[in-house]
C-alpha cells in the first residue's frame, strides 16, 4: 500500500470519527469520557474532537502498518505532532470566520475536514524523515495533552473560547 494512499484512509477516518467522538460524553458521561470527549458545544472542547479523530486514525493505520508489514517509520510521532498542530491550524481558519459570520454547520463541517488534510500531509513529511525514535515519547506527548484536556475541561477560563454558548457556562456543566 503506498503512503498516499495510507493517508487518503486516514482523513476519511479521521473525518467519520469526529462524529461519534462529538456524542459520546453525552452517551456516557464519567471522569475518563470527560477528558477524552467534548462535554459542551464551546470551541475549546470542540479541539479534543480534532484531536481525537486523527489520533484514533492514526491508531488504524498504525495496525494497518503492522498487518501489511510497511516500511513506514515514525507513525506514532507524526499523528500525535499532526493531531496537536491540527488543534491550531482549525483554531487559526475557523476563529476569524466565526467572529465574523458567527456559527454555520456546514462550513465548520468542511473546515474540520480541510483540516484532517492538511494534518494527513504533515504526518507525510514526518513519515520520511528518517527513524526518530520518538515513538515512546509520543505516548508521554498524548499524555500530556489529555491531561492538559482535563484541567481545561474541569478549570476553564473565563474566555469566549471556553465558553458553551448554549449554556453561557464554562466547562463541565
Known amino acids: 500500500m503506498k503512503l498516499k494512499t495510507l493517508k487518503i484512509i ?26 477524552i470527549f467534548p462535554v459542551n458545544e464551546s470551541i475549546w472542547e470542540h479541539m479534543k474532537i ?52 458567527g456559527e454555520y454547520l456546514p462550513l465548520t463541517i468542511f473546515l474540520m475536514l480541510i483540516t484532517f488534510i492538511i494534518s494527513q500531509i504533515i504526518t507525510l513529511f514526518i513519515i520520511k524523515l528518517k527513524d ?13 495533552i489529555y491531561l492538559i484536556f482535563g484541567l481545561l475541561t474541569y478549570y476553564p477560563p473565563s474566555n469566549n473560547l471556553f465558553l458553551d454558548p448554549i449554556s453561557l457556562n464554562y466547562g463541565i456543566n
Open 10 to 35: 486516514g482523513v476519511i477516518l479521521a473525518f467519520i470519527f469526529a462524529f461519534p467522538i462529538h456524542f459520546l460524553y453525552d452517551k456516557a458521561p464519567s471522569f475518563l469520557t470527560s477528558i
Open 50 to 101: 480534532i484531536f481525537g479523530s486523527i489520533l484514533f486514525s492514526g491508531a488504524i493505520q498504525k495496525i494497518i502498518i503492522k498487518i501489511k508489514h510497511l516500511p513506514y517509520k515514525n507513525i506514532c510521532i507524526s499523528n500525535v505532532v499532526s493531531a496537536l498542530s491540527s488543534i491550531f491550524i482549525f483554531l487559526l481558519i475557523y476563529l476569524p470566520i466565526y467572529y465574523s459570520l
Open 132 to 144: 526518530l525514535y520518538l515513538e515512546n515519547f509520543a505516548i508521554f506527548l498524548v499524555i500530556i
